[in-house]
């Protein structure tokens, strides 16, 4: 798929694991997002499930707000709220995922943050990961903020979607 700019499309719609559809608003963000869901989750997960997506407009979205009910997963929007939540059914590992547009990678701080989530939920740290995903390499999000990455995390270029980056001590 080519990568397009958000100023093309008056919504975006992504086509989620499994069927159903989502429209998310007009945006760089949006676009990421579908990149996302659309190109990276199905090559990277056996049997991809988007738990829930954030946006700007729609923190959480009535959808997801049931299958975290189903899930017995609570999520406090004024306190803790990924941009992508997405869990591989194969072996019920949980991706946690930061669309940087302009903000907001996967940094040290957000990881703990999301395993303390996590646990509270008797997932545990083992069956968590975490992607970060910008527009591309070149894009000023991506200079400014790939130096935050914290490690054992994943880097995503919707503009390149057959690749991912990952940032893990080479001592382990």
């Known amino acids: 798929a080519q990568y397009q700019h958000w100023a093309q499309v008056v919504s975006v719609t992504?086509?989620?694991?499994?069927?159903?559809?989502?429209?998310?608003?007009?945006?760089?963000?949006?676009?990421?997002?579908?990149?996302?869901?659309?190109?990276?989750?199905?090559?990277?997960?056996?049997?991809?499930?988007?738990?829930?997506?954030?946006?700007?407009?729609d923190k959480l979205h009535l959808g997801d707000d049931h299958l975290l009910r189903v899930l017995q997963l609570t999520i406090d929007i004024s306190r803790l709220l990924p941009d992508i939540i997405i869990v591989d059914l194969h072996d019920d590992t949980f991706w946690f995922i930061e669309v940087v547009h302009t903000d907001g990678p996967v940094d040290e701080k957000r990881k703990q943050k999301?395993?303390?989530?996590?646990?509270?939920?008797?997932?545990?740290?083992?069956?968590?990961?975490?992607?970060?995903?910008?527009?591309?390499?070149?894009?000023?999000?991506?200079?400014?903020?790939?130096?935050?990455?914290?490690?054992?995390?994943?880097v995503y270029f919707a503009n390149e979607p057959g690749m991912e980056m990952s940032w893990h001590s080479i001592n382990t």
């Not at 676009?31 to 829930?52: C, F, H, N, S």
């Open 14 to 57: 992504v086509n989620l694991p499994g069927g159903g559809t989502r429209l998310l608003e007009p945006g760089d963000a949006s676009l990421i997002i579908k990149y996302v869901v659309e190109e990276w989750a199905p090559q990277r997960l056996t049997d991809p499930g988007v738990v829930m997506i954030s946006e700007p407009g």
């Open 114 to 154: 999301l395993l303390k989530w996590a646990a509270q939920h008797s997932i545990t740290a083992d069956k968590c990961r975490f992607l970060t995903a910008f527009h591309s390499r070149s894009d000023p999000a991506s200079k400014r903020r790939l130096k935050d990455i914290a490690v054992d995390t994943f």
